[in-house]
């Protein structure tokens, strides 16, 4: 299969869709109602689209990815009417958190109507849905005429694609188009929770924080055991993410935790910052140490904070936060002030170390409350939770 790539030119460069853009979509949107398989981008990461009431369309998305047919799709509408048919009801719930963050990067799982194919859902009763708040996504889902199933574009189990290049690396050949909107705002997949039961469950986080949810909803959202530990291999997951090898790059991986962020809202003295820090450096740089090896590679992902921690006193350090040598690839992810930054950068460093063929991954863990939650929630999966507290 030949893909075709539909770069929006005009979008990438000012954000709104031109008509020539236009009509790259609406070609797009063709595919997608006659059951062909686009990659577009969201404001999340890049999705894999495919007519979601189409049983064939599903079960080809799970074929292109390589990904288990009980892991169930998220489905994309464009408007709360898209919605109405898909599902048996839209809980009380459902409809507090929609007016609030729909469009923006929130997947709800409700029950689904005879409508949605056991195929798209994974064989659940219930399905999962969002609105994505991209503008060429939410126009290429209303140009197709159908709610639009899209995991994310990429090989089952690889980091997330935030550009239409990560897709193409993964996918080309394999589906039959490709619009290119240039980089993924959020950069780490969105937020589920379940509104299908009595009380909301945080299946997945992103950006879309628990606080964020819990203040929404005026109650206290359940998290999923999945969340915390690995899921049994029996179940079945309700929702992406929560059974299988995720986000993962081919080296394996090994997370630096500081243990400073537990029971605290932030510390304020900045020695002890410094010193907090400073054994998470210390820590990677044994570890550094450890899994160095004639013609062996070592990744370090590190933060702002810490970069210049890494070099030795009067040395020149970097200013665009990358060094390479024949035995370490240092990068800086983004500021712990930030995190969005760390967010956004996440899965492009992964898969730049794929490129660069790293033997061994050490990355300095964040804060895991707010977005960081959802951060240490995609690098545990990538390190297979293999996690060193200091």
Request: glycine share 8%.
């Amino acid at each position: 299969m030949d893909t075709e790539f539909f770069e929006l030119a005009d979008y990438k460069k000012t954000g709104e869709i031109s008509l020539s853009d236009e009509e790259k979509l609406i070609r797009a949107a063709v595919f997608l109602r006659e059951g062909g398989l686009v990659a577009f981008p969201t404001e999340t990461v890049y999705g894999l689209g495919g007519n979601a009431l189409l049983p064939e369309a599903s079960k080809h998305i799970y074929a292109a990815k390589g990904r288990p047919s009980d892991n169930p799709l998220i489905v994309h509408v464009a408007d709360m009417e898209s919605l109405r048919p898909l599902v048996k009801e839209i809980p009380a719930m459902a409809k507090i958190l929609a007016a609030k963050f729909w469009p923006g990067p929130l997947t709800m799982i409700m029950e689904k109507s005879p409508k949605v194919p056991y195929e798209t859902t994974g064989g659940l009763e219930t399905v999962a849905i969002r609105m994505p708040s991209d503008k060429a996504a939410m126009e290429l889902i209303k140009l197709s005429g159908v709610p639009v199933a899209a995991p994310s574009a990429n090989t089952s189990g690889r980091p997330s694609p935030t550009t239409a290049l990560h897709v193409k690396e993964d996918l080309d050949g394999k589906i039959d188009a490709i619009v290119d909107g240039g980089p993924t705002g959020i950069g780490v997949e969105s937020t589920i929770v379940d509104v299908s039961g009595e009380e909301p469950v945080l299946l997945r986080p992103g950006a879309i924080t628990l606080e964020m949810l819990e203040n929404c909803l005026k109650e206290a959202v359940d998290i999923d055991p999945a969340l915390e530990k690995p899921m049994d291999s029996g179940l079945h997951p309700k929702a992406p993410g929560m059974k299988y090898k995720h986000y993962a790059p081919k080296a394996p991986m090994v997370i630096v935790q500081g243990d400073f962020y537990e029971g605290c809202d932030g510390i304020e003295d900045g020695m002890k910052i410094y010193e907090e820090l400073m054994k998470i450096v210390n820590a990677v740089k044994a570890l550094v140490n450890e899994n160095s090896a004639p013609g062996k590679r070592v990744g370090v992902i590190c933060s702002d904070e810490t970069w210049e921690y890494y070099f030795e006193e009067g040395a020149t350090i970097p200013k665009e936060k990358i060094y390479k040598t024949e035995s370490i690839d240092l990068r800086s992810i983004g500021s712990r002030k930030d995190e969005k930054s760390i967010a956004h950068n996440l899965y492009a460093v992964l898969r730049d170390f794929d490129d660069e063929n790293i033997d061994y991954i050490i990355a300095e863990g964040v804060d895991p409350r707010k977005l960081g939650y959802a951060i240490m929630n995609r690098m545990q999966k990538a390190a297979a939770q293999h996690i060193i507290r200091v």
